[in-house]
């Protein structure tokens, strides 16, 4: 989690499915009482909060202030810290290492796991799920299509996303001394809310940093554009449907 600019009440207002979903990642994560565990990229700690409510001891850590600052004001007996997904250290060995739906906007996977590595204990576990190979493909390479056709950019220099295949992520964990025992890429269409306004909030929200150097006009302009491009397949009475598609895993320190 590189750090970056991010609109706290605009998550926690229009994007709680990014917490709701991660439910179920926490069911397999399956902390368990007096557990140490990281919740990395902990957004505005609504799942730390889930995993300290069964009894585990958790920090977590985010790369945007204002979300730890929204996170430390929601729940204020858990810790929580600025901290780089890329870089960042804890002060003992840790039982588990929990992601949801940050790590794909870190592009440096490597740095990434040997952080996580490093932090566990052996045979601690790290548990994660995040944008796969695929996710968003819709909406990403629309856009994309939009501001490259003006000149000024290109796909390269736009995407802020890493979105890995099975065997590439598994394969780095491997490398890293980690035993992959379970590993899935599946499609997760996800409404979202506002209704009409959902793809504008969303790019809003998450495209932030590839239209910031637009002006509030260009902005407006390139997101009717892509709403008028992807209603025929991604708009359905009356919601926006992200076209998401999750990588889920579960890896061991060996």
Same mark, same amino acid.
């Given at each position: 989690?590189? #750090?970056?600019?991010?609109?706290?009440?605009? *998550?926690?207002?229009?994007?709680a499915?990014?917490?709701?979903?991660?439910?179920?990642?926490?069911?397999?994560?399956?902390?368990?009482p007096?557990?140490?565990?990281?919740?990395?990229?902990?957004? =505005?700690?609504?799942? +730390?909060? /889930?995993?300290?409510?069964?009894?585990? #001891?958790?920090?977590?850590?985010?790369?945007?202030?204002?979300?730890? +600052?929204?996170?430390?004001?929601? *729940?204020? =007996?858990?810790?929580?810290?600025?901290?780089?997904?890329?870089?960042?250290?804890?002060?003992?060995?840790?039982? &588990?290492?929990?992601?949801?739906?940050?790590?794909?906007?870190?592009?440096?996977?490597?740095?990434?796991?040997?952080?996580?590595?490093?932090?566990?204990?052996?045979?601690?576990?790290?548990?994660?799920?995040?944008?796969?190979?695929?996710?968003?493909?819709?909406?990403?390479?629309?856009?994309?299509?939009?501001?490259?056709?003006?000149?000024?950019?290109?796909?390269?220099?736009?995407?802020?996303?890493?979105?890995?295949?099975?065997?590439?992520?598994?394969?780095?964990?491997? /490398?890293?001394g980690?035993?992959?025992?379970?590993?899935?890429?599946?499609?997760?269409p996800?409404?979202?809310?506002?209704?009409?306004?959902?793809?504008?909030?969303?790019?809003?929200?998450?495209?932030?940093?590839?239209?910031?150097? *637009?002006? &509030?006009?260009?902005?407006?302009?390139?997101?009717?554009?892509?709403?008028?491009?992807?209603?025929? +397949?991604? *708009?359905r009475?009356?919601?926006?449907?992200?076209?998401?598609?999750?990588?889920?895993?579960?890896?061991? /320190?060996?």
């Amino acid at each position: 989690m590189p #750090e970056t600019s991010w609109n706290a009440d605009l *998550y926690e207002g229009k994007h709680a499915f990014v917490w709701q979903y991660g439910a179920d990642i926490v069911e397999l994560l399956s902390p368990q009482p007096g557990e140490r565990i990281l919740d990395l990229g902990c957004g =505005t700690g609504q799942l +730390t909060e /889930k995993i300290a409510s069964l009894g585990a #001891e958790v920090m977590g850590i985010d790369s945007s202030a204002a979300m730890i +600052t929204k996170a430390e004001a929601n *729940y204020p =007996t858990i810790p929580f810290a600025v901290a780089d997904a890329r870089n960042f250290q804890v002060a003992q060995p840790l039982d &588990a290492v929990f992601s949801n739906a940050a790590l794909h906007w870190v592009k440096e996977a490597d740095a990434v796991i040997s952080c996580i590595r490093q932090a566990l204990k052996p045979g601690g576990r790290f548990v994660a799920e995040f944008g796969g190979k695929g996710n968003i493909y819709a909406i990403a390479s629309t856009l994309f299509s939009i501001l490259e056709s003006t000149g000024s950019t290109t796909l390269e220099s736009l995407n802020p996303w890493y979105f890995p295949s099975i065997g590439d992520y598994a394969t780095r964990l491997e /490398k890293q001394g980690f035993d992959v025992t379970y590993a899935v890429l599946f499609d997760r269409p996800t409404p979202l809310a506002d209704k009409e306004a959902g793809l504008a909030n969303w790019i809003r929200m998450f495209a932030s940093t590839i239209l910031a150097k *637009y002006s &509030a006009a260009e902005q407006d302009s390139v997101i009717a554009t892509l709403e008028q491009r992807l209603k025929p +397949t991604l *708009y359905r009475d009356g919601t926006w449907i992200a076209d998401y598609r999750r990588l889920r895993v579960v890896a061991i /320190k060996s």
